[in-house]
């Protein structure tokens, strides 16, 4: 579903016993995001209002906007590199909250199908993908939606599957067939 217009989305959100409930019901689904789209919903829920959208506020023709890389070139040589791509990534995190690397040593054969293993896992029916969802965190692969779910803010308009991989890896038989 497109926004076309901020009026589809209401200026406040109000926390009561309705929109725990409401957060609850779309949690007990299993069916994520992806599963409104899917069901054909004309509004977008109440959970998701933040009651917050400056479409100006943070523009993409910000020309100011770069976001950080961390070069992982030499730092198994290097231990001052090293140092520097430390606190590069400290510094990325806490200012940003993401980042790019480049010269990691992953073929981007292998990234590129990486991505496709997760938008076929998202393009399965609902109820294959249901099988995976979980707010388990001993689950070492699971398919969730918001993982701030039940914090008291609104929820973020997305779905996550994702795989722990340190310090204990998951099995590789855990990943779903779609996703091998």
């Known amino acids: 579903m497109v926004v076309k217009n901020t009026n589809q989305i209401e200026e406040s959100t109000n926390f009561t016993s ?59 040589i290097n231990p001052t590199l090293r140092a520097e791509v430390i606190d590069q990534i400290t510094s990325a995190c806490h200012e940003w909250g993401f980042f790019q690397v480049i010269n990691h040593g992953i073929p981007v054969t292998v990234l590129d199908e990486m991505i496709d293993g997760i938008r076929r896992f998202h393009e399965q029916d609902a109820d294959v993908r249901k099988e995976f969802y979980t707010r388990d965190k001993k689950k070492k692969v699971a398919y969730v939606s918001n993982g701030t779910l039940f914090s008291g803010q609104a929820a973020n308009w997305r779905d996550t599957f994702g795989f722990v991989v340190a310090p204990d890896p998951f099995k590789p038989e855990d990943i779903p067939p779609i996703c091998r």
């Open 18 to 76: 309705d929109f725990k409930a409401e957060i609850k019901a779309f949690d007990d689904s299993k069916a994520g995001v992806k599963g409104l789209v899917e069901s054909g919903v004309s509004k977008i829920p109440h959970i998701f209002h933040t009651g917050k959208l400056d479409i100006g506020e943070n523009s993409a023709s910000d020309s100011n906007l770069n976001v950080p890389i961390v070069d992982l070139q030499d730092i198994q």
